[in-house]
């Protein structure tokens, strides 16, 4: 009878020993929640430049002894440039460009993907992939370096066959060649020969009597001058297109 009441007693000092070991284990989590959300609400950003560190880090891991910005409105690496919309597209250009670098044997799915989450993570509207893929693989000598040829299908994989896509991409063409708007009807081209942009996408944007303001980033004033280069391209389209249909009579 002892032995059983010895044996009962050690159980129910095991089980009370194990029980104990849950509560402080509880306990030590509970305290480690409190003190992380204490530490997350001290470091939670509070102003222009602490938001843009921690959009920085989100997109391209937090930097080891990085030096502090002369002006809290001002961006790290960016010169004069606030946090705003700008700041964040910015931040995914040099995103897709970094893991373009980083990883030079990404296949095509890879680098679409990059493309997506970098939009993503800078909170950019989803049409902006097309500028962002775009401004890092169309370069001012795109026509000498074989950049569209190069990354057809990546352009091709973020823009796809959408109208309204492609209308996007038109746009961003006028605003990368803003400047020298004698390259914008050689860039349109490119695309168009390589499948890229569609001959009912480029003539219903020519059509227009005035700029989409939808689509619209250059404004009025330039977008004309690069409708007026694309004159001979828009009438080559035409032609071409009105001596099929003479082929098919």
């Known amino acids: 009878m002892t032995r059983s009441a010895s044996s009962s007693s050690g159980s129910e000092s095991d089980s009370s020993v194990e029980s104990r070991k849950r509560k402080k284990s509880k306990k030590e989590k509970k305290e480690k929640k409190k003190k992380k959300e204490k530490e997350d609400g001290e470091g939670s950003p509070k102003t222009a430049k602490e938001a843009a560190d921690h959009l920085e880090e989100s997109i391209f891991g937090k930097k080891e002894n990085s030096s502090s910005s002369s002006s809290d409105d001002e961006i790290p690496g960016i010169d004069n440039v606030t946090l705003s919309d700008s700041a964040a597209f910015t931040y995914a250009l040099n995103g897709f460009a970094s893991f373009l670098k980083t990883n030079p044997s990404a296949t095509v799915t890879e680098k679409v993907e990059s493309v997506k989450n970098q939009q993503m993570a800078s909170a950019l509207k989803t049409f902006e992939r097309i500028h962002i893929v775009m401004r890092v693989l169309i370069t001012p000598d795109f026509f000498k370096n074989g950049d569209v040829q190069n990354n057809k299908e990546v352009l091709t994989g ?40 569609d001959e009912e996408t480029i003539l219903f944007w020519a059509g227009e009597e005035e700029g989409n303001e939808e689509y619209d980033i250059v404004g009025e004033e330039k977008s004309k001058v690069c409708r007026e280069k694309m004159k001979p391209l828009v009438e080559w389209l035409e032609a071409d297109d009105e001596s099929e249909e003479e082929e098919e009579e």
Do not use: Q
């Open 158 to 197: 973020v823009i796809g066959s959408s109208s309204s896509n492609m209308r996007h991409a038109i746009s961003n063409g006028e605003w990368m060649f803003r400047d020298s708007p004698s390259v914008f009807p050689v860039l349109i081209k490119t695309l168009y020969d390589e499948d890229v942009l």
